[in-house]
């Protein structure tokens, strides 16, 4: 399936700053603000204003086409919550065939996504009364009784959950029938509630954690003894591992223990089955850089104060293993040689500067900052730069991702907090510099803060086109996904990316070949 994505969509609007920009196709439209979602408010959205724009642009969008985009988001972009929401919508405005049901299976991947997409679907429907969930989508059930069949013991024990919905009520609702004898057994302990709990380090640290202890000491040799079990186990995952080693470190686990946790960090193939966000790795290492003195803990002996207090030097033996961790998920993006020359322009400005999620530390400028560095270290002839009020370029070595970002992070006040993204092409126009690629990583809604100058970003690249560098190509990395675009998409030799995984290089490819962003999506199937 492809959309024409010129011919309809070329009207002008202005951005929530109130410049100039153009607006996108329903699907690009979409497909920018699905893979940009979280659920937190941003800085120019509120979290039910997106949702309402979500819902409507699935009613404008091709069936098929939303059900791949819910597919592409779980599995490719690994996101969880709003490939449910498609799903949702889906099942109340299509019916007559089994595309709801393949969808659903499609995007469940984990046991309690079940009864997330229940929770999701009463919601959504605003059910209310004792039953809020009777009159089920048929292809929704289908698609869930598909998924039941797919997950063992563990895999349910782990996630049964004391939520609103329970897994005893799916498989009540969704009356999965079992594929052998043995699978009838494992539904018959989810009815009966006797699934065995499995182990993982969330219930044995808090079996741990609910017994009493003589002392602080005997407390903290048992959390030390633990740690150093789930290590050893290899039952301590990859996402767990990244999220815990502060904890580690500070829990007092042997050197041999540390080396072990490096060693499965930097290892190419967990890096590649743990299919983290980059700014994961970069919340662990500021995690571990923020811990700049660890003071005793009272009533330890000096023994096990001085052990705690020792592990704080293995500090940048695990911001290496961090480092070389990055480089590996970088590996497989494709860069350019060094005959091609490449600009990065990262984003700065205030409305940047919103976490990611309600709980993450993470900024979204952070998100474009990793993005930039990842791809940087895989170009040859590469200059990059940020931009507020002002445009800076900033030498930074190639094979430095995460110290990158923190430099960065470090300095980005020296170019304020506006969004005159139309500086960098005016740089490069007026010093008649012939870049190959400009990327920009911003949120898309560029404006020019000053009085004097009505300079805007799309005449500035035509103007470079035409007189510096004529097969120069402009791809804008959309981080929030507003919905409009500074520049007309797909003129121009201009391209939209949206998302925040390193799956968006992927896209980046794509387009090289001759594709569109949509065609990872429409080579997605059902």
């Not at 803990?297 to 001085?306: D, F, M, R, Y």
């Not at 070595?397 to 960098?424: A, C, D, H, K, M």
Request: with cysteine; net charge positive.
């Amino acid at each position: 399936m492809k959309f024409n994505l010129l011919s309809k969509f070329k009207n002008q609007t202005v951005n929530h700053s109130g410049a100039k920009a153009f607006t996108l196709s329903p699907e690009m439209e979409l497909y920018t603000a699905v893979v940009t979602w979280s659920l937190n408010d941003s800085f120019y959205e509120k979290d039910e204003a997106r949702l309402a724009r979500l819902r409507k642009l699935i009613g404008e969008c091709d069936p098929v086409f939303v059900g791949k985009l819910a597919v592409y988001a779980r599995t490719k972009m690994h996101m969880r919550s709003v490939p449910l929401v498609l799903v949702t919508e889906l099942a109340k405005l299509h019916s007559g065939d089994n595309l709801v049901a393949r969808v659903t299976d499609g995007v469940i991947n984990r046991a309690d996504e079940i009864t997330e997409l229940l929770a999701c679907y009463e919601l959504l429907n605003e059910r209310t009364g004792t039953k809020k969930l009777n009159r089920l989508s048929k292809q929704l059930q289908k698609g869930l009784s598909t998924a039941f069949n797919r997950f063992d013991e563990y895999q349910f024990g782990k996630y049964n959950r004391d939520g609103a919905i329970k897994l005893r009520d799916a498989l009540f609702l969704v009356h999965p029938k079992a594929k052998d004898e043995l699978q009838q057994l494992l539904f018959n302990k989810i009815a009966g509630n006797t699934l065995q709990t499995p182990y993982t380090w969330e219930t044995e640290l808090s079996a741990l954690g609910q017994l009493n202890f003589d002392s602080d000491e005997a407390k903290a040799e048992a959390f030390r003894a633990k740690w150093e079990e789930l290590i050893d186990s290899g039952k301590l995952g990859y996402m767990a591992l990244l999220r815990n080693l502060r904890n580690i470190q500070e829990a007092g686990v042997s050197y041999a223990h540390f080396q072990k946790a490096c060693a499965r960090l930097v290892n190419a193939d967990e890096v590649t089955k743990a299919k983290q966000f980059p700014f994961r790795y970069l919340a662990a290492y500021r995690e571990l850089i923020a811990t700049e003195t660890m003071l005793p803990v009272k009533g330890l002996t000096k023994k096990l104060s001085a052990m705690l207090l020792g592990n704080k030097g293995y500090t940048g033996e695990l911001l290496d293993a961090l480092e070389k961790a990055v480089q590996a998920s970088a590996a497989n993006i494709k860069g350019f040689d060094h005959e091609t020359r490449v600009l990065l322009a990262c984003d700065v400005s205030g409305s940047m500067q919103t976490p990611v999620s309600a709980k993450s530390k993470i900024l979204l400028y952070d998100v474009g900052l990793m993005l930039a560095m990842l791809l940087q270290s895989r170009c040859k002839n590469v200059e990059v730069g940020m931009f507020g009020d002002s445009w800076k370029t900033i030498m930074v070595p190639r094979n430095n991702i995460l110290g990158n970002v923190q430099e960065f992070y470090r300095r980005e006040g020296e170019v304020g907090y506006s969004t005159n993204g139309y500086l960098v092409i005016k740089d490069i126009l007026q010093r008649k510099v012939q870049m190959d690629k400009v990327f920009l990583f911003t949120d898309a809604q560029l404006w020019n803060s000053s009085s004097t100058t009505g300079d805007h970003i799309h005449p500035l690249w035509l103007r470079y086109k035409a007189e510096v560098s004529p097969n120069a190509k402009l791809y804008l990395f959309d981080l929030k996904g507003y919905g409009q675009a500074p520049l007309q998409i797909l003129r121009n030799d201009v391209y939209l990316v949206a998302g925040w995984s390193d799956k968006v290089f992927e896209v980046l490819a794509a387009l090289e070949n001759g594709g569109s962003a949509l065609d990872a999506i429409n080579n997605i199937e059902l």
